[in-house]
């Protein structure tokens, strides 16, 4: 009934790794990794989503401007908004939708 995950912990920054923590049909959660200088290329999302980055420092690009975001921070972006991801160094981060 009740189970501990550790796949955050362990999903280790190697290019870009992609994996799905949670879904439900109400509900997504990917965790993300990106090794230092890698990139998520562009894509959309198909709902609003949540970024929390929880270890490292990204760069955010949507709509022509750059969003730096660091450990602990929060950034909201919408649904179908074209947007692309740089790694800083080492990082981690969930994107809930």
Do not use: C
């Amino acid at each position: 009934m009740y189970t501990i995950n550790n796949q955050i912990k362990e999903q280790e920054p190697d290019g870009l790794q992609v994996a799905s923590f949670v879904k439900t049909d109400a509900l997504e959660i990917l965790t993300i990794s990106l090794e230092k200088d890698a990139t998520f290329p562009n894509h959309t999302s198909p709902k609003d989503a949540q970024l929390i980055v929880l270890e490292g420092d990204i760069d955010f690009h949507i709509n022509q401007k750059k969003y730096n975001l660091a450990t602990y921070q929060h950034f909201n972006f919408p649904a179908d908004e074209e947007h692309w991801v740089k790694a800083n160094e080492n990082s981690k981060f969930l994107i809930i939708r």
